[in-house]
């Protein structure tokens, strides 16, 4: 009886899963079930990898919930609900100073006398203008220009890169193109676990635990240096929008402590706490979250990356073929896909903790569910939730919307309603007004590329 009902569910337009969203550009559908948070329990086990700062943020500074990122534990809340949870957090990020423990952020070293050319391969940017002792964001594609992996790339030397990667697996890739091409490299995950340190004060923080060289470095640019006796690798990044800086522990395995303590204790003389990653703000500043945003069957062009597909690298890379016809196409007009992301302001009550379903969106001239929200939430600042989503590119294109990066550019008054649960609801059941966005929501200390070239624009104006 119940694979019956399970038969009729599944040939019904109703289906929960909403077939009726065109997701025709994937072979794996999103799973669009609204089903939300059952309130299980996290088993902790040796399947999944403890990082060595594991012990610091659960056992000792009393982190109350995780996930799994990269295939290890990772500390998503500080604060408790009752203390002001995540907005607590925010404040603490905004307001004064944060250490982060992100040593999920995996590093894969390449390393050899083809490090270089087999990491200019992978990458879609050119990496061959890349000097020692930088860094910059980068994509990697698949042959069809899904993005599989948005990494920090880090060049350390002319033959050494490492690959901070977000969540998806990347050695075995590397390692996979490397079958038959004989690149002379060493592929391996190294013991590095990084921590960021991020917000206002994150300088002062990195002077009294280094010195004042560390204002010389610039935007993405690195420092070897020494923390409590224990070798370090600093750059300026972050995932946060804010000023910030992460610390790569080397050794990490021995040396965790070492570092991570006097690099709290310094949080907390200028007044900051540890936190979670601080999701709310990522999103203000319009940083993309890989399996949330996008995935390997997600385009660059769909989601503001296309300034990653060059048009002046000369040499050869995976999926450029593919990618150079998509840009091609979008440059005479004829945009290749379903669906594309845009920002959006939307009412309702604030949402103040991580959603648990990609929440619908539908149009509000038809009623009919055509997208979805893939990371929402509220913004101080504006005063209002805001989120970013997959909508029909067809109906921006019908509104006069340029199908390029220029729909993130400025507010507009396109507008689609989204659903909320009934805890952000105005009314439950009832769906919320949204309407499309300039992303990013507010600016970032340090401008991505994109960000600052919409600036260098507006200045010439």
């Known amino acids: 009886m119940a694979q019956e009902n399970n038969s009729q569910e599944a040939g019904s337009s109703e289906h929960p899963n909403h077939p009726q969203i065109d997701q025709s550009d994937r072979v794996l559908p999103r799973n669009l079930r609204q089903t939300g948070d059952p309130g299980i329990e996290m088993l902790v086990s040796t399947r999944v990898r403890k990082s060595p700062f594991f012990h610091k943020s659960f056992n000792e500074e009393g982190a109350y919930r995780a996930t799994v990122y990269n295939r290890v534990y990772h500390p998503r809340g500080l604060v408790e609900p009752e203390d002001g949870g995540t907005m607590a957090e925010y404040e603490a990020l905004t307001n004064t100073v944060t250490l982060w423990d992100v040593a999920v952020e995996r590093q894969i070293r390449v390393k050899g006398p083809d490090a270089e050319a087999l990491t200019d391969y992978v990458v879609t940017r050119d990496v061959t203008e890349i000097e020692p002792m930088n860094g910059k964001y980068v994509i990697l594609c698949n042959e069809d220009g899904g993005i599989l992996n948005d990494p920090i790339l880090l060049r350390l030397s002319e033959d050494e890169f490492w690959f901070s990667i977000s969540d998806s697996t990347l050695m075995q890739w590397i390692e996979g193109v490397n079958v038959g091409m004989d690149f002379d490299v060493e592929i391996d995950e190294i013991d590095v676990a990084p921590m ?59 040396n965790a402590e070492s570092v991570w303590d006097p690099a709290l204790a310094t949080v907390k003389d200028h007044g900051g706490m540890q936190i979670a990653p601080g999701h709310q703000r990522r999103i203000g500043a319009g940083i993309l979250s890989w399996g949330q945003d996008m ?15 060059p048009d002046d690298k000369d040499g050869d890379y995976v999926g450029k073929a593919e990618l150079e016809r998509q840009k091609k196409q979008i440059e005479n007009g004829e945009y290749p896909f379903a669906l594309k992301m845009v920002g959006l302001k939307m009412a309702g009550e604030p949402i103040t903790e991580y959603a648990s379903d990609f929440w619908l969106v539908s149009d509000p001239e038809t009623g009919e569910e055509v997208g979805y929200v893939t990371s929402p939430w509220w913004n101080p600042e504006l005063e209002t939730n805001i989120a970013l989503a997959h909508v029909p590119a067809e109906k921006l294109e019908s509104l006069g919307v340029p199908l390029d990066d220029r729909v993130y550019e400025e507010d507009s008054d396109i507008e689609f309603n989204v659903h909320l649960p009934d805890e952000y609801a105005e009314e439950p059941g009832e769906p919320v007004y949204a309407k499309v966005s300039e992303v990013p929501f507010q600016p970032s200390v340090n401008p991505s590329a994109r960000e600052q070239a919409k600036l260098d624009a507006k200045s010439d104006e």
């Open 196 to 254: 960021q340190v991020q917000g206002p004060r994150s300088e002062a923080v990195l002077t009294d635990l280094i010195g004042d060289e560390i204002s010389d470095i610039p935007y993405y640019g690195l420092l070897e240096a020494e923390i409590n006796g224990t070798d370090v690798l600093v750059s300026q990044t972050g995932f946060s929008g804010e000023k910030g800086f992460e610390i790569y522990v080397r050794e990490a395995s021995k």
């Open 295 to 309: 995935d390997h069957e997600t385009s660059p062009f769909q989601v503001n990356l296309g300034y990653h597909v």
